[in-house]
C-alpha cells in the first residue's frame, strides 16, 4: 500500500446515537463531501467513530481542506494524518519524518496508540514503548510527559491500515446540519443574529433566513453585508436561502399612524409574523432570533412575550442568557464580527424612537395594529419578497 | 438619464483617454526602459504625457513625477519630506480638514517622535493664513495644506505659505495636496503659488484609476535636490528613483490624454460657476436646504445639508440613477471632521450632501436633481422626535 496522506475526523455526540446513528453518520459524511468538493475529488469510509477522507490526485491544499473539515457540524476534531501499511518497521521508519517539524517544536511529548486490530501483532503499550523509544533517540531534546504533553504522537491500527498523527485539533462539534429539521432566522445585520443561527445550525438545524429591507432607508450595501454574513455562517452550514422582504410600506404605515413608543414593538410583531409565513412556505418548523434578555427596549421580558403573541410558531433565541461580550467572542470565532460592525443602516435602526416602550401592554399594542391594514401591508410584503441562494465564502 | 454628481470622488473616462489606455495596452505595450525601439515608443508615451501636466501646472516635465494617484503622491510627500528633512527639525504643520492619505502619514509620523500641528479651519471652511503664520516656527520642517477640501470646496491660502515660511527663518518644506484643485481651480501653478511638492490625480480629471503626479520644484535627483524628499518605494531607475517600477504606461497615456482633453480651466470655471448658481437658485426654493460651502468655495463642489439624513436620501436618489456623496462618510458615529471642524451642528453634519460637478456637467442634470431632491424631501419619513 501507498503512503497517503488523510484528515480523520471523530465523531462527537452522534457516537451515543442508538439505532438511528447510521443516518446521522450518512448526514456527516454528505456534508462534508459538500464541503470539500471544492478541494477535489474524496473518498470517505466510516468506522469506529471516525471519518477517512482521502484525497484524489487532484486534492493541492490538504491544509485548506482540514480548515474546512473544521467547520463541519458533528465532528468534535480532527487532523490530518498519515495513512500507511499496518507494518510496524513502516511505522517505526515513517512517524520521525512526517511529524519532524512538531517533534522539534515541542519539548514533551507521549505517544498514544490504538489497536482496533487485535490480530496486529504489537499491543498498544507495546507500540508506544516501541515507537517512544525511537523517536527519543531521533530527537534527544525532548522528554516524555504522559499527563500534559506538547505533542501527542499518535498511531492508530485500524482493520484495513495504520493512521500516524499528531495532536488533533478541536472540530466545529454539534450535530450534523439538517439532521434535526429546518428554521428560519431573522437576520439584519447586526452582531447577534449570524451567532443566532450558527448556534441552531450546530444542533442540526438547516437554516433559512428572512431579512427586511428597508430601501431607500437602508442601502444596497446593507442587503450586501447580510449575504456576506450568511456566506460566513455557510461555511458551517452549508447553503442558505435567503428570504429578502420589502419592509418600507410597512414600517413607514407604523411610522405614520402609530404612537411613537410602539414603533420598535410594532415593528417587530410584524417581522415575526411575516417570517412565520415564509417560513410555513419553505417548512421550517421554528423560528430563530439573535434576542437576549434586556439587550434593547424590544427585548425587555414583557417586550418579549409582546413578540412571541404575535407568532404560533417555537421561537428559539440562543443568545438569551448571553452577555454581548459573549455573543462577540463567538462572532469573532465565526469571522462574522468585524462585517457585522459595517456602519449601513438596517431596518432596526430606521425610526428608532427615541423613549421606546419597555413595558409593553398587549392591548395597547393590539390596539396600534388595528390603525393599520395589516392583513394587506404582510400580503404585500410576502408577495413582493425575493428569494436567492447564498453559498458558503 | 444617469446623472451622475459625485465628481470629486471620480470622472468617467472621456474618450481620449480610454483610446489613448487601450493604444497603449494593444499596440505600445513595451517597457518605456528597454533599448529598441519598441520600447521608446512606450517612453514617447510617458514624455507626451508628462509635458501635457507640465503645461497645465506651468512648469517644467522634468518637474513632474508619476505614481499611482493622489493617496502616494501625499504619501512620498509627507514621509518622504520627513525622512529627508529630520536633521532640520521635527514640527510638521497640516491643516485639520486635508485628506485621509496625508493626515494618516502625518499621524504615522507623530509615533515617530514628529510634532504634528493640524491648523483648524474657521466656520468657512478655510485655514486663516494669521494661523499657518502663528504655527510656522524654525523648527518647522514640512506645510502641507490642500489647495481645495474635497467636502465643502473651501480654496485655502496657500500662496500665504511661503510668506509665513520666510518669516519664521524655517527650512520648510511646501507641499500642497491639489486633487480637487487641478484642472479646475485657475491660477493652480505651483511656482507662482511658492509651492515645493504638488500632488494631482489623474481619474478626478476624466483619466484612469491607477495613474497620478507629484510635482517636485527643480525636479529630483538622487542626493542632489532643492527640495528634500526622499522616495519611499525602492527599486529602478524610473521616475528619478523617486517612484521606481516599471510604468504603468497605459494609465499614463489615459492621463496624458485626459489633461490634453480638458477644456480651459478659465472657461470651465465660468461654465461651473453658472452651473453653481444654477443649483443654489433651486435650492433656495426648496424649504429647509442650508448651504455649507462658503460662498467663495470651488465652483465644482456644493455641499448641503437637506435635513433628511444622508444615507436614505443618497438610496432614494440612487434608485432614479442619481449619484451624489454624502457629506458625511458614512452613518452611525462616523460623522465628517471637516463639517465638525466648522463646527456644523449635529443635525446638519447627519444630513450632509456633496455635489460635485465637472465640465461636462448639464443643467438639465441639476433640475433631475432638485426635482429628485423635492420629491426626496416629501417621500422620506424621519423619526419622530
Given at each position: 500500500m501507498d503512503m497517503k496522506e488523510v484528515i480523520l475526523l471523530k465523531n462527537g455526540e452522534i457516537a451515543l446515537k442508538g439505532l438511528n446513528r447510521r443516518s446521522f453518520e450518512d448526514k456527516m459524511i454528505k456534508n462534508l463531501r459538500y464541503r470539500l468538493s471544492r478541494f477535489g475529488s474524496w473518498q470517505f469510509s466510516a468506522a469506529q467513530s471516525t471519518v477517512t477522507a482521502i484525497p484524489g490526485d487532484d486534492v493541492a491544499d490538504l491544509d485548506a481542506a482540514a480548515d474546512a473539515c473544521g467547520k463541519v457540524f458533528g465532528f468534535v476534531g480532527y487532523s490530518k494524518a498519515l495513512m500507511t501499511d499496518k507494518d510496524m518497521d513502516v511505522i517505526r521508519a515513517v512517524t520521525g519524518d512526517y511529524l519532524e517539524d512538531a517533534l522539534r517544536a515541542a519539548k514533551t511529548f507521549k505517544v498514544c496508540a490504538r489497536r482496533a486490530d487485535k490480530k496486529f501483532p504489537f499491543t498498544s503499550p507495546e507500540i508506544c514503548m516501541e515507537m517512544g523509544g525511537v523517536l527519543l533517540s531521533r530527537f534527544p531534546h525532548l522528554s516524555v510527559d504522559v499527563?500534559?504533553?506538547?505533542l501527542t504522537v499518535n498511531i492508530e491500527v485500524r482493520d484495513r491500515a495504520a493512521f500516524i498523527h499528531g495532536n488533533q485539533l478541536k472540530g466545529a462539534g454539534g450535530l450534523p446540519t439538517g439532521s434535526a429539521g429546518k428554521a428560519a432566522v431573522l437576520i439584519s445585520g447586526g452582531i447577534d443574529s449570524p451567532v443566532a443561527a450558527w448556534m441552531m445550525a450546530k444542533r442540526g438545524l438547516e437554516i433559512e433566513a428572512v431579512h427586511f429591507a428597508s430601501p431607500p432607508y437602508t442601502s444596497e450595501r446593507a442587503e450586501k453585508k447580510v449575504h456576506d454574513l450568511l456566506g460566513r455562517v455557510a461555511q458551517y452550514s452549508g447553503r442558505i436561502r435567503l428570504h429578502v422582504v420589502p419592509f418600507t410600506e410597512l414600517q413607514e404605515a407604523i411610522r405614520d399612524n402609530c404612537p411613537e413608543e410602539l414603533f420598535t414593538i410594532l415593528m417587530r410583531r410584524y417581522m415575526m409574523r411575516i417570517a412565520q409565513t415564509i417560513a410555513e412556505q419553505n417548512d421550517c418548523g421554528a423560528l430563530i432570533t439573535g434576542e437576549s434578555v434586556g439587550q434593547v427596549a424590544s427585548q425587555t421580558l414583557y417586550a418579549l412575550a409582546c413578540t412571541d403573541e404575535a407568532v404560533s410558531m417555537p421561537v428559539f433565541r440562543p443568545l438569551i442568557g448571553m452577555d454581548k461580550n459573549e455573543v462577540i467572542e463567538i462572532s469573532r470565532r465565526i469571522d462574522t464580527f468585524e462585517l457585522s460592525i459595517l456602519p449601513y443602516e438596517d431596518c432596526c435602526t430606521v425610526f428608532t424612537p427615541k423613549h421606546p416602550r419597555t413595558h409593553p401592554k398587549l392591548y395597547y399594542v393590539q390596539q396600534a395594529e388595528n390603525l393599520l391594514e395589516s392583513e394587506r401591508l404582510c400580503s404585500e410584503a410576502i408577495a413582493g419578497t425575493r428569494t436567492l441562494t447564498i453559498r458558503a465564502h | 438619464m444617469e446623472c451622475y454628481l459625485d465628481n470629486s470622488a471620480t470622472t468617467p473616462v472621456c474618450a481620449e483617454a480610454a483610446e489613448a489606455v487601450s493604444d497603449a495596452l494593444l499596440h505600445n505595450w513595451g517597457n518605456p526602459s528597454s533599448l529598441y525601439r519598441k520600447g521608446m515608443q512606450a517612453e514617447d508615451i510617458l514624455i507626451s504625457a508628462r509635458e501635457a501636466i507640465a503645461d497645465r501646472l506651468y512648469c517644467r516635465p522634468e518637474e513632474v513625477f508619476f505614481t499611482s494617484g493622489g493617496t502616494e503622491s501625499n504619501n512620498i510627500a509627507i514621509l518622504g519630506t520627513a525622512s529627508a528633512m529630520r536633521r532640520y527639525g521635527s514640527r510638521i504643520v497640516i491643516s485639520s480638514v486635508e485628506h485621509s492619505s496625508v493626515e494618516e502619514s502625518a499621524r504615522t509620523l507623530e509615533t515617530q517622535g514628529f510634532e504634528v500641528v493640524r491648523l483648524p479651519v474657521g466656520p468657512d471652511g478655510i485655514v486663516p493664513a494669521e494661523a499657518i503664520a502663528r504655527a510656522?516656527?524654525?523648527?518647522?520642517?514640512l506645510v502641507s495644506v490642500m489647495a481645495v477640501n474635497n467636502e465643502v470646496g473651501a480654496i485655502q491660502p496657500v500662496q500665504q505659505i511661503r510668506r509665513a515660511v520666510r518669516a519664521a527663518g524655517a527650512p520648510a518644506v511646501i507641499h500642497c495636496d491639489a486633487v480637487q484643485a487641478?484642472?479646475?481651480?485657475?491660477?493652480?501653478r505651483p511656482g507662482a503659488m511658492g509651492v515645493d511638492l504638488m500632488s494631482v490625480s489623474a481619474h478626478k480629471v476624466h483619466g484612469p484609476k491607477g495613474a497620478g503626479a507629484l510635482y517636485v520644484r527643480g525636479g529630483y535627483k538622487k542626493?542632489?535636490?532643492s527640495v528634500r524628499v526622499s522616495p519611499r518605494t525602492f527599486g529602478g531607475l524610473q521616475e528619478g528613483t523617486l517612484r521606481p517600477g516599471t510604468e504603468p504606461v497605459p494609465a499614463i497615456a489615459g492621463f496624458g490624454a485626459a489633461v490634453r482633453a480638458l477644456p480651459d480651466t478659465d472657461e470651465a470655471f465660468v461654465h461651473v460657476s453658472q452651473l453653481r448658481d444654477h443649483l443654489l437658485e433651486g435650492l433656495a426654493a426648496i424649504d429647509g436646504i442650508t448651504v455649507n460651502s462658503p460662498p467663495d468655495a470651488l465652483p465644482y463642489i456644493v455641499n448641503i445639508s437637506t435635513g433628511v439624513n444622508s444615507e436614505p436620501m443618497m438610496n432614494f436618489l440612487s434608485r432614479r440613477e442619481i449619484y451624489v456623496s454624502s457629506g458625511s462618510a458614512c452613518a452611525k458615529g462616523h460623522k465628517s471632521r471637516v463639517l465638525r471642524s466648522m463646527g456644523l451642528p449635529d443635525a446638519a453634519i447627519a444630513s450632509a450632501l456633496r455635489v460635485s460637478f465637472s465640465h461636462e456637467t448639464t443643467h438639465a442634470m441639476i433640475d433631475m436633481f432638485l426635482d429628485a431632491l423635492a420629491d426626496g424631501k416629501r417621500s422620506i419619513r424621519t423619526a419622530r422626535r
Open positions: 499527563h500534559n504533553p506538547d | 510656522v516656527n524654525r523648527n518647522t520642517i487641478f484642472g479646475k481651480l485657475p491660477g493652480l542626493g542632489g535636490s
